[in-house]
């Protein structure tokens, strides 16, 4: 009787555990270190509206790799903002985790320095009010500025699934560790 009880048991998990993705994390070093170089890119941002399609910024990268360290400094060019948001993150190159992330932009300034706990501060230029932070994390993500940036470095095949813990600060919205989704994976142009 227990053993039919356990088969039913098994039978019940088993499209759980076919539904489950891998966990992308520091530790886990799927990278290929060949796309690790320096370097200089513009993405054009647009929007569709009906059928028609129009610009409303543009993002630098520029990727650095200083001796352990890889620095990626991403500016975002709004049509409709006058002053650009930047943002500027230092990783270990050894394992991808994060060492600081800062951004500046006309709604608020940050800096965070990752360690065995996250200290740094949250500015809102609005409200000029200044938010000393200090938080703990367990280890094991990403920092919310660079996954962007992990993801084009990652072996991306059809039918590659993934999650990815990424810590993110929002005063706003939900801070500290959470979930970034590779749902699926295409050939496309």
Same mark, same amino acid.
């Given at each position: 009787?227990?053993?039919?009880?356990?088969? /039913?048991?098994?039978?019940?998990?088993?499209?759980?555990?076919?539904? @489950?993705?891998?966990?992308?994390?520091?530790?886990?070093?799927?990278?290929?270190?060949?796309? /690790?170089?320096?370097?200089?890119?513009?993405?054009?941002?647009?929007?569709?509206?009906?059928?028609?399609?129009?610009?409303?910024? !543009?993002?630098? #990268?520029?990727?650095?790799?200083?001796?352990?360290?890889? &620095?990626?400094?991403?500016?975002?060019?709004?049509?409709?903002?006058?002053?650009?948001?930047?943002?500027?993150?230092?990783?270990?190159?050894?394992?991808?985790?994060?060492?600081?992330?800062?951004?500046?932009?006309? &709604?608020?300034?940050?800096?965070?320095?990752?360690?065995?706990?996250?200290?740094?501060?949250? &500015?809102?230029?609005?409200?000029?009010?200044?938010?000393? /932070?200090?938080? &703990?994390?367990?280890?094991?993500? !990403?920092?919310?500025?660079?996954?962007?940036?992990?993801?084009?470095?990652?072996?991306?095949? #059809?039918? !590659?699934?993934?999650?990815?813990? /990424?810590?993110?600060?929002?005063?706003?919205?939900?801070?500290?560790?959470?979930?970034?989704?590779?749902?699926?994976? @295409?050939?496309?142009?």
């Amino acid at each position: 009787m227990k053993k039919s009880y356990l088969i /039913i048991l098994l039978y019940a998990a088993l499209p759980l555990i076919g539904w @489950s993705q891998e966990l992308i994390s520091p530790k886990k070093n799927l990278v290929d270190k060949k796309w /690790i170089h320096n370097e200089n890119y513009q993405m054009e941002w647009t929007m569709l509206r009906d059928t028609s399609k129009f610009t409303i910024g !543009f993002v630098d #990268t520029k990727v650095d790799v200083l001796g352990d360290k890889i &620095q990626v400094i991403t500016t975002v060019k709004m049509k409709s903002s006058p002053s650009p948001w930047i943002d500027s993150t230092i990783v270990k190159k050894a394992d991808l985790s994060p060492v600081y992330h800062a951004s500046y932009n006309a &709604q608020r300034d940050m800096s965070l320095h990752f360690g065995t706990e996250i200290n740094g501060f949250y &500015q809102d230029r609005i409200s000029g009010k200044k938010t000393a /932070i200090t938080q &703990q994390a367990a280890a094991g993500y !990403f920092d919310s500025n660079f996954y962007p940036m992990l993801i084009n470095w990652l072996p991306l095949k #059809t039918g !590659f699934k993934a999650d990815l813990n /990424i810590f993110d600060y929002n005063p706003k919205g939900k801070t500290g560790v959470i979930k970034a989704h590779i749902l699926s994976v @295409s050939e496309g142009e």
